[in-house]
Structures are given as structure tokens and as C-alpha cells.
């Protein structure tokens, strides 16, 4: 007993050891109900960067435009550099001109949207009809450029671009395309999902199931849960029958695979619990259970996205960066999320943290990403969370939230 004892304890320190190598300790104090409710007197201690009112002080709100506008700076001396074709949402243009259309909408500064037109028309010379996505093919900058405000859908009609989806973009086409076109869409993602199930022998336990590389992922970006997230939205209109008969299970058959962590593999065949980033693991899966308990009204799904909350605020401080894909601001989009779904000023302040943590970009000793300042590897991404603490309430995950 003794040497497995010891076997035991080794293989518990060596995950510790890795758990540890991808994030920081997180090193601020937990919300405290009790601070913002004392009313002690003068020397007393707020939630910081609360203020006496329980509102975000207006100098961490100046503190964050201060950094915006630095990082603006950053970035676009960075982007001189960058890849001049990849005209994707992912790493690319369209994903600069997302940021600069989110920071019109916060500041309606016509600068920025001036800067997304010229980034938007940059884009539209440089499609070459490779892929549909909307992440990583036409999809996104035709649909940002359609979608925008009217100077830009007006600079697209005049370019003579055609406005019709093409078929596998499901999610820009839940906000653009007619109701026809959903449903074919729709329909395919579901019968493929019946297929993948019954192929596996698992349509009792989880009726949709889906695949890519080979893989049966979980992540919000490649697998389940975006995908069960996707078919959840009001706006894909799928039948009740299907979301009660399909939808459900299959969200509770993932739940069933949490580790003990709180955190979720990364893929059905995947035992190591490492990775805690919205592409894989609690900080994607959490906007499935928002959803789920959204749509079906259940407080156990309320709950998991609680504790989905509680490793991200633990294992969430990335050394992979500061970015929305894998990085800690893609991560405080799930405080966000849960913030506006709850109302409570805990995820709020566990916001202002992660955006705190942001703040002191490139100090940590992170790893460079490959697209230094594209939208979900780099610095546009952190921009654009930061840019949220404006307007906490209007927040969405770019490109993922509707
Ligand atoms: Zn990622």
C-alpha cells in the first residue's frame, strides 16, 4: 500500500506540476460579499476596482482606455508586419475589423469606424473562395462586411459582392441569411450528429455526436459544445422535439464528463485534465450550460456553469497569453457571460481581474503566439475584451455569442 501510496501522490504532483505550467496562480483575492455590504465607516476596504457603490471605479474604467489605446498603438505598428493575405476572423483582417467595429459601438468614435471600412475593404481584394467558414474562410468578411453598419454593407453592394451564404457557414448564417437556408443547415448539422451517433452504437447516450480530425471534440471551438451551443440559439429555430429528443442528452452526457477539477477533456478520448482555455475545456463548455439553462430552464445546468466558473477563476491566468482563443481574455468572457445571465456582482468583479491581469500585457512572460495581434490569438482579441468593461451588459464573445 505504501508504494502505491507513493505512486499515487507522484502521479498527483506531476498533474499538479502541469496544471501548473499552463496557468499562473491566480494571485488576486476572491470577491467578498461581506466587503461591499460593511458599513463600518471610512477605513473601509471595497472589493477593488469596486468603489464605495459597488460600481467599477471610474479610475480602473480610465486605467483600461488608457490601455486600449496604448495596445491600439501596439497593435497596429504589429500589423505592419503581418501576413498580408490571411484575411480571416481567426488571425487575420476581418478580425481587426471586428475590433475596430466593436470599438465604434462602445466609444461611437468615427475613427474606428472609418479604420474597420479600410480593413473590411482590404479584405474583400483578398478572398480567394478556399473555405465557407466563418472563422477561417469567406464567410466572416463577407458577413462583416454585409452586417456592419451602412457605410460598409453600402461599400460591398457597390464592390457587386454577393450577399448569399455560402452552405456550411452555420454561424454567420443564424444572424444573416433567410430562414430556408437555416433550416438546410440546420438540418444537415443535426442528421450528420444522428449519423456519427449511431455509427458509434451511442444513440442512447448521446444522440449528436460529431468528429473532426478524427477526433471527438468537446471545446466550444471544434467540437460539442459549440456545436449543441449553436443549435440552442433562438435563432436557429430548431424544433423543441429535437432540442428535448437530441440536444439535451447529449449536453448531459458531456456534463457526465467533467473531470473531478471541474474542467472538461478535450475530447471524448482525452483523460488528462490540462487544458483550460475557450477552445478546450470549462471556459468553452460554460456557454453551452449558460444556453442549456437559458433554454430548458433547469438549475442543475445554472449550477455547472457555476463551477465551470470556479476553475476558470483558479486555472484561468494563461501562459499561452492574453488572447480570446486560448488566452486568459477568452476566459473572462465566460465572468462576463455568467454576469449577464446572474446579475452578480462577483462574476463582474472576477472581470475587472482577468481584465486587471490584461492590463499588464507582455509582463507575465507568456508565450508569444504565432499571430501576435489577430483577433483570437493575440492582442486585437484583448483589445476587444477590454473594451467590454465599458458596457459589461452588451458584452459577446466576438464571432461566437449572437
Ligand atoms: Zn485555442
Not at 190 to 197: D, Q, T, Y
Not at 226 to 235: A, K, V
Not at 277 to 301: L, Q, S, T
Request: glycine share 8%.
Amino acid at each position: 500500500m505504501g508504494d502505491n501510496m507513493s505512486k499515487r501522490l507522484k502521479l498527483i504532483s506531476a498533474t499538479e506540476a502541469e496544471m501548473e505550467e499552463r496557468s499562473f496562480p491566480n494571485p488576486h483575492p476572491d470577491w467578498d460579499q461581506g466587503l461591499l455590504t460593511s458599513t463600518s465607516g471610512a477605513d473601509v476596504d471595497y472589493n477593488e476596482p469596486f468603489d464605495a457603490e459597488g460600481k467599477v471605479s471610474a479610475s480602473f474604467q480610465k486605467k483600461v482606455q488608457n490601455k486600449i489605446k496604448d495596445l491600439l498603438q501596439q497593435m497596429e505598428e504589429g500589423l505592419k508586419t503581418a501576413d498580408p493575405h490571411d484575411f480571416s476572423t481567426y488571425t487575420g483582417w476581418t478580425g481587426i475589423a471586428l475590433l475596430y467595429l466593436q470599438l465604434y459601438r462602445v466609444s461611437q468614435e468615427a475613427s474606428h469606424l472609418q479604420r474597420a471600412l479600410d480593413y473590411v475593404k482590404r479584405t474583400m481584394r483578398i478572398l480567394n473562395g478556399r473555405k465557407v467558414t466563418f472563422l477561417c474562410g469567406d464567410a466572416g468578411p463577407l458577413a462583416v462586411g454585409c452586417s456592419g453598419p451602412p457605410q460598409i454593407e453600402q461599400h460591398c453592394r457597390q464592390q457587386g459582392l454577393s450577399v448569399q451564404a455560402p452552405p456550411a457557414a452555420a454561424r454567420w448564417e443564424l444572424t444573416q441569411v433567410d430562414e430556408d437556408t437555416i433550416t438546410k443547415v440546420v438540418t444537415a448539422i443535426v442528421e450528420s450528429g444522428k449519423n456519427m451517433s449511431a455509427e458509434q452504437k451511442k444513440t442512447d447516450r448521446c444522440p449528436l455526436l460529431y468528429e473532426w480530425h478524427k477526433k471527438q471534440y468537446i471545446g466550444a471551438a471544434h467540437g460539442m459544445a459549440g456545436i449543441y451551443y449553436m443549435l440552442m440559439q433562438p435563432g436557429a429555430k430548431v424544433h423543441p422535439d429535437i432540442l428535448a429528443e437530441l440536444v439535451r442528452p447529449s449536453i448531459d452526457y458531456v456534463r457526465h464528463k467533467k473531470f473531478r477539477s471541474g474542467n472538461f477533456p478535450s475530447s471524448l478520448s482525452n483523460e488528462s485534465d490540462r487544458l483550460v482555455h475557450w477552445c478546450h475545456g470549462a471556459p468553452g463548455v460554460i456557454h453551452m450550460f449558460i444556453m442549456a439553462h437559458k433554454v430548458f430552464k433547469e438549475e442543475k445546468y445554472l449550477k455547472e456553469a457555476a463551477e465551470c466558473a470556479e476553475v476558470i477563476w483558479q486555472r484561468g491566468l494563461l501562459r499561452k497569453g492574453y488572447g480570446i482563443c486560448h488566452g486568459t481574455a477568452g476566459n473572462g468572457y465566460a465572468f462576463l457571460t455568467l454576469y449577464k445571465l446572474t446579475q452578480e456582482k462577483k462574476y463582474l468583479y472576477r472581470v475587472c481581474k482577468f481584465a486587471e491581469w490584461c492590463l499588464a500585457y507582455g509582463t507575465h512572460g507568456c508565450r508569444i503566439p504565432d499571430r501576435p495581434y489577430s483577433l483570437f490569438e493575440g492582442m486585437a482579441g484583448t483589445i476587444y475584451y477590454l473594451s467590454e468593461l465599458a458596457n459589461p451588459e452588451a458584452s459577446c464573445f466576438p464571432a461566437f455569442e449572437l
